[in-house]
């Protein structure tokens, strides 16, 4: 039996099929993962994340510590509420993270980091943060719901009546707090909405009041379709510690000024941009039927094969997508070998989908 | 529970056979096959003309999650393929028994046809996993 969220209960009475991941029991899909899929683009899914790790990092030398920490730059949130979306390197510049840190006050950040990494990120963090004199602390009190699509925030607003004029007013990428609970207008979709984090014991409560304005539980499948065809990444599969943000499309989230912030992993990366990266993470479209599958062969004409990180299928398209490691100097078509059979594929640039409508 | 109708043989590898009025034989995959997979999101049917062996695979049926083979119940050569599936897949989650069917064949000895599970063995089998 694996570890189970404040929502376990209410996955089980919902008839959710049930799986393992990252040593907790959630949510596969709660019947069709494509109904799921396209709820979630058209009006409004309630997805548990409760088995993400919430961390609070209490000190004056918060910001200082995390300038150090991560490849983006804090100093880049400047109103409190607002979040910035990271990397945690290690010296080596590889990724042992993806997260996202949230600024609230001073002396007050909080992080939100992967389940199934969860136990090497506590220790990567409390080890480094020792000579900050700050005080870390894994918010376990906490669930987190994201209610995502475009009837998401609407459906927020209603079930929070008076207390919504506040939310009502959230820029994207920013928290704010209503009592105990913190809602931030992020997510993991491509689509509009909030992720809320609030005392694992008023969870049940909400979620049932989402659904009773029309909101439908959504699973992990299709959370993995939605997070694809939005074009982010995947911890894990996408990129890990043997990959830099350079090599995984990430370079975006490395803050590379100032030039004197020397956060861990930095010399990597600064020698990887002077003399340039041998792979990057691109999309995949194959146009003819089927299934491109993680790890399958990319074939390029003249060059070194890739290799597909995340394949699905796009239930927005209609047909499969996928990322893909490949050599820098890639064409606009490769093929993928599925089972043996060579099938032509396109080389685009993510996201697929957004806000709803196909980009690619 | 799954759906089992008891007027169709089985294979331990979850495909159905229905016989037809014409000798040939109908053959899907089950309700409890469709309910493992989830959403299926591409078929690969055989070519009509090809002649397959008993327990040979002659079809793949993929979903979100994974994909999977399709055996040949008892020997023979495939003489129609469902043309629906190529873009309702679908069809299969829906109505694994009806629409859903996957190809027909006409079998080289209808005698291996006794050789199936009958609903109630397939039942057992998968109520023991």
Redesign the interface.
């Known amino acids: 039996m694996g570890k189970r969220t404040a929502l376990y209960t209410t996955h089980v009475q919902a008839n959710a099929k049930l799986v393992d991941f990252g040593g907790w029991d959630m949510p596969l899909n709660y019947g069709s993962q494509i109904e799921e899929h396209h709820w979630v683009r058209q009006h409004v899914g309630l997805f548990d994340v409760s088995h993400m790790t919430i961390v609070d990092i209490h000190g004056e030398n918060s910001r200082t510590f995390l300038r150090y920490l991560l490849a983006n730059n804090v100093d880049r949130l400047k109103q409190p509420g607002k979040a910035l979306y990271s990397c945690m390197l290690n010296e080596q510049g590889g990724v042992i993270d993806d997260l996202i840190v949230y600024f609230l006050t001073d002396n007050w950040f909080r992080m939100v980091v992967n389940a199934a990494t969860r136990d090497k990120d506590l220790a990567w963090i409390t080890t480094h943060a020792d000579k900050f004199n700050l005080q870390i602390k894994v918010r376990d009190d906490l669930a987190m719901i994201a209610v995502q699509g475009p009837r998401a925030r609407a459906c927020v607003h209603t079930v929070l009546g008076k207390s919504a004029a506040k939310v009502g007013e959230l820029g994207a990428f920013f928290m704010t707090m209503i009592g105990a609970m913190a809602l931030a207008r992020t997510g993991y979709t491509g689509e509009d909405g909030y992720e809320v984090m609030l005392p694992a014991t008023s969870a049940a409560d909400f979620w049932q009041q989402l659904i009773d304005q029309g909101a439908k539980p959504c699973g992990l499948g299709a959370r993995d379709t939605l997070r694809l065809e939005a074009g982010m990444n995947l911890y894990g599969s996408d990129m890990d510690e043997t990959t830099t943000p350079l090599e995984s499309g990430l370079t975006w989230t490395v803050a590379w000024e100032p030039p004197d912030r020397a956060f861990i992993g930095r010399k990597v990366l600064d020698q990887q941009k002077q003399s340039g990266v041998k792979h990057k993470l691109v999309g995949l479209v194959m146009d003819d039927k089927g299934m491109l599958r993680n790890h399958l062969k990319v074939i390029i004409d003249g060059l070194e094969s890739g290799e597909i990180t995340s394949g699905s299928f796009s239930p927005t398209l209609g047909k499969a997508i996928a990322f893909a490691r490949v050599p820098v100097s890639i064409g606009e078509r490769a093929k993928v070998d599925v089972r043996g059979r060579l099938v032509d594929v396109r080389v685009v640039k993510p996201p697929f989908v957004r806000n709803g409508k196909a980009c690619i | 529970m799954s759906n089992v109708p008891n007027e169709l043989r089985y294979t331990k590898t979850h495909e159905w056979v229905r016989k037809e009025k014409d000798g040939t034989l109908t053959i899907g995959i089950t309700d409890h096959a469709q309910a493992l997979l989830?959403?299926l999101?591409?078929v690969?049917a055989p070519e009509v003309g090809g002649n397959y062996e008993t327990g040979e695979d002659c079809a793949?049926v993929?979903s979100?999650?994974a994909?999977s083979d399709v055996y040949a119940p008892l020997a023979g050569e495939v003489v129609q393929v469902n043309p629906s599936l190529?873009d309702t897949p679908?069809t299969i989650?829906r109505d694994p028994y009806g629409a859903g069917w996957i190809f027909r064949i006409k079998p080289e000895y209808l005698g291996e046809l006794d050789d199936l599970l009958d609903a109630t063995a397939y039942s057992a089998q998968i109520a023991n996993g």
């Open positions: 989830g959403d999101v591409y690969e793949v993929e979100v999650k994909a190529a679908e989650n």
